[in-house]
């Protein structure tokens, strides 16, 4: 039997978000259900794209769309706690990106759950993968592990 992951520390990610949770993330067992850590991972990383200036949702060319999701869930989050989501880089490609990202339930510096997924990007109308735009890859370089 292999042994169980650590956590990581914030200091192992290179980008921040904070995130409320809701009333609603909790489940019948009083902690947060399991798929809205994949919510957080997904409005974490859309939303540093955004801030960048790197990511047009409603008119942008190239679209990141998810291929693969993981998550590893190590200590309990419920409502109302803040969460930050750190973030990082750990495979940039020419037209993907794994993103890692730690959640981390208030001030606490490890994470209670980690994850990854994989956007490829492609062009919005033939959805065929393309090349990253020069300014997406530059601010994901500036996050990479």
């Known amino acids: 039997m292999s042994e169980r992951p650590t956590p990581s ?12 949770t809701r009333w609603m993330d909790n489940d019948l067992y009083g902690h947060m259900n399991n798929v809205v850590h994949y919510s957080l ?7 540093w794209l955004i801030e960048q200036g790197v990511l047009d949702i409603h008119k942008g ?4 769309l998810v291929v693969e999701t993981g998550c590893r869930y190590f200590s309990e989050m419920a409502f109302p706690d ?5 973030i990082r880089v750990a495979r940039l490609g020419s037209s993907s990106v794994r993103y ?12 209670a ?4 997924f994989i956007h ?4 919005r109308a033939t959805r ?13 370089e500036g996050i990479k592990a």
């Open 9 to 20: 520390s914030r200091g192992d990610y290179r980008a921040f978000r904070t995130i409320a």
């Open 41 to 47: 991972f997904d409005t974490a990383v859309n939303g």
């Open 61 to 64: 060319e190239q679209i990141g």
């Open 82 to 86: 803040m969460v930050t989501a750190g």
């Open 100 to 111: 890692e990202v730690g959640l981390f339930r208030n001030e606490e510096q490890t994470a």
């Open 113 to 116: 759950a980690e994850g990854f």
């Open 120 to 123: 490829v990007y492609v062009d």
């Open 128 to 140: 065929r993968p393309t090349q990253l735009d020069p300014g997406l890859r530059a601010a994901l």
